[in-house]
């Protein structure tokens, strides 16, 4: 099967979940770490090699400062947490974005679950953290910007592999699907770059009730669509029928 190497959730819907039944965002947060553990462990099990969970993006700090620390306190509760599930299903865990704006609780958190799974060697977990797309690649644009003034990099050098080189996540494949729940159609931010051939797949149930049985259906989805990177459809055909062996008459 031709399973998507790289998957990438917007887990959206907390809030709207929490409100809805009449409680506070807070418990909304709460049930949507369990949901975000559940999705880990389907990843493994359906064997994907890398999964990016959209977990806090630079537009978040714009929220109320109780909701900021209590999103912080719920990551390092829930690193800590789900440290010996991470090691029993050999997962290699990393962050991209800016960590540095993170309380200290919380870069310790990350710092130790790193670590801790280092050696790991199979699906790689990475959480964004602070992370946004824009930004991300005015980051490389400064990075390439300096390398061509102190003569590293010829400007006539840079193309998308290159460029794409400088971002966050560039030793990952860049992401195949990318999900997002509560039936919000857009990407907000996330892997704007890396984006540019993922396909796309959007659920309409609230973070917190996202099952396993709902990332198979992402899954599903994506292994009926036909993926042809600006080629015609009879030629991405025409590749696969080529790969297959011909059958020899004797
Ligand atoms: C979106 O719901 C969710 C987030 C802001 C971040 C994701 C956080 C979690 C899933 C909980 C913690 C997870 C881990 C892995 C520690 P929302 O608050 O935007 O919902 P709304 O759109 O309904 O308001």
């Not at 965002?25 to 969970?53: M, P």
């Not at 919000?184 to 396909?199: C, D, V």
């Not at 996202?210 to 292994?223: G, I, K, M, Q, T």
Request: glycine share 6%.
């Amino acid at each position: 099967m031709n399973l998507p190497k790289h998957i990438a959730i917007i887990m959206d819907g907390n809030g709207r979940w929490a409100t809805a039944r009449g409680h506070n965002r807070f418990w909304g947060h709460i049930r949507g770490a369990k949901s975000a553990t559940d999705a880990i462990q389907t990843a493994v099990n359906l064997g994907i090699e890398n999964l990016t969970l959209f977990t806090f993006s630079t537009e978040n700090w714009k929220r109320p400062q109780l909701e900021i620390n209590f999103l912080m306190r719920l990551l390092t509760r829930q690193l800590k947490r789900e440290l010996k599930m991470l090691m029993d299903n050999n997962v290699r865990f990393s962050c991209m974005g800016d960590l540095s704006r993170l309380p200290n609780h919380a870069q310790a958190a990350v710092a130790e679950t790193i670590l801790a799974t280092k050696n790991n060697t199979g699906m790689r977990l990475v959480f964004a953290l602070n992370y946004s797309g824009r930004q991300d690649i005015l980051n490389c644009t400064r990075t390439i910007a300096s390398q061509v003034a102190r003569g590293l990099l010829r400007p006539e050098d840079i193309d998308s592999q290159v460029f794409s080189q400088f971002l966050a996540g560039a030793n990952q494949p860049e992401p195949d699907l990318i999900v997002r729940t509560s039936g919000e159609m857009r990407l907000s931010n996330f892997f704007l770059w890396q984006a540019a051939y993922s396909e796309l797949y959007f659920c309409n149930k609230l973070w917190p009730e996202f099952r396993p049985e709902d990332l198979e259906a992402a899954v599903d989805s994506y292994l009926h669509r036909e993926r042809r990177f600006g080629k015609t459809g009879d030629q991405v055909k025409h590749e696969i029928s080529q790969s297959t062996p011909p059958v020899l008459e004797c």
